[in-house]
């Protein structure tokens, strides 16, 4: 019954910023945690980050921290991904999920290893980013 829709996608040189948004539909965001994925042509989808559902810890994966931020505003049922410095490399389509530990039990943002795409429940449908050289 959630829905999230992914949004702020576009082209932008390297070195510049766009902040994605997640809006979600259908549920209270402040029952899920978030997780940011993205996918380049050709290669697996991979995690970029997660934040927990009271939104006072997130975690990264190595190559975006002190890059990306993930932020949630509740009262707008949107979570965000500021991404600074884009690199090319970067360039993939980015997707939101999210999950409700209650019901997922297993689920952990706090680790080394961020959660993977299978303990995510809903998904929304992407949104396009390119960084040019």
């Known amino acids: 019954q959630l829905q999230l ?3 702020g996608g576009g082209l932008v040189q390297s070195g510049g910023s766009l902040r994605l948004s997640c809006l979600a ?5 402040d029952f899920y ?31 975006v921290k002190g890059r990306f931020t993930i932020s949630r505003d509740n009262a707008k049922n ?20 999210a999950v409700d530990p209650d019901v997922r039990s297993n689920y952990r943002c706090s680790s080394a290893i961020l959660p993977a795409a299978g303990r995510y429940d809903y998904w929304g449908q992407g949104t396009q980013v390119t960084v040019s050289s």
Do not use: H
């Open 33 to 63: 945690a978030i997780g940011w994925f993205r996918q380049a042509p050709g290669k697996e989808r991979e995690g970029v980050g997660c934040i927990i559902s009271s939104g006072g810890y997130a975690n990264y994966e190595a190559s």
């Open 5 to 7: 829709v992914e949004s």
């Open 25 to 29: 539909s259908g549920g209270t965001l």
């Open 78 to 97: 949107t979570v965000y991904l500021q991404m600074n410095s884009l690199k090319p490399e970067d360039t993939a389509v980015y997707s939101c999920a």
